[in-house]
């Protein structure tokens, strides 16, 4: 009996020690992935002279459809989003026009923020997009991680590597630098704050930068979020962005 013990043990150990890339990259996919979600965020755009705060809520489906809708400050209210696969169109109220986003327009920034248009159109299932490895294991945050290469699998994608930070017990991304095809560096994140809700690990604080722009970044704050909670069909149309 103790010497079965001791190989269920070994076993054990050996399995967490020789976790591929690609079943943690399918784990962080997993613990983030749900039928539907909604939240309420807030942006806290930090520009070299001066900071700005956006509200904004978001109902998404399947990881595939997304609707969002901005809250504030007074200007911004009642801009609107919607992304349906790889599409995405924006309506501003002032001029009452749906915009379709395409082109060299999706590298532009979200209402002045480190994020592009480009980054909102991402698939967010990221092993369908990269091959990863495990290239080291680090401590950030206080927390045990494994450091993560992804490289691209081809087709068209904004970033062509990445490198990840993921936490050990949490399988949540605490820091990413996002690279070109040259390998430029183009974008980071980084985590402030994780919270479990329901059955998952959540970033709700989050610093994302765009490393070619001037400012100290934009930090991303989670205020509120549900998983698989029922939203009407009709709220991913493009009749839903003049309502």
């Keep these: 009996m103790k010497i079965l013990f001791v190989l269920l043990v070994a076993t054990h150990c050996c399995r ?8 943690i990259l399918k784990r962080v996919d997993e613990n983030m992935g749900s039928e539907t979600k ?3 965020a807030r942006m806290i755009v930090q ?4 900071t700005r705060t956006i509200e904004v809520k978001s109902w998404s489906r399947e990881m595939k459809e997304s609707f969002t809708e901005f809250l504030a400050p007074p200007r911004d209210r009642g801009t609107k989003m919607l992304k349906l696969a790889d599409q995405l169109w924006t309506y501003t109220p002032s001029t009452d026009r749906i915009i379709l986003i395409a082109g060299h327009m999706l590298r532009q920034p979200v209402m002045g923020s480190d994020l592009s248009y480009e980054d909102l159109m991402e698939d967010p299932v990221l092993h369908n997009k990269y091959d990863a490895r495990v290239v080291g294991d680090e401590t950030f945050l206080g ?6 290469e992804l490289r691209s ?7 062509q590597s990445r490198k990840i930070w993921v936490d050990k017990d ?7 630098d996002r690279f070109a095809k040259s390998g430029k560096l183009l974008k980071t994140t980084e985590v402030r704050e994780t919270r479990k809700i329901g059955t998952k690990w959540v970033a709700t604080d989050i610093i994302f930068r765009d490393v070619l722009k001037s400012g100290n970044g934009t930090e991303f704050q989670i205020e509120s979020i549900e998983f698989n909670t029922d939203i009407p069909p009709q709220m991913f149309s493009k009749a839903a962005l003049r309502k």
Aim: proline share 0%.
């Design 47 to 50: 520009e070299r002279r001066e």
């Design 170 to 176: 949490r399988f949540v991304v605490l820091r990413e």
């Design 38 to 40: 909604i939240s309420v």
């Design 16 to 23: 967490a020690q020789t976790i591929s890339g690609d079943e």
């Design 153 to 159: 699998k081809g087709g068209d994608i904004a970033y």
């Design 143 to 148: 927390r045990a991680g494994w450091v993560l």
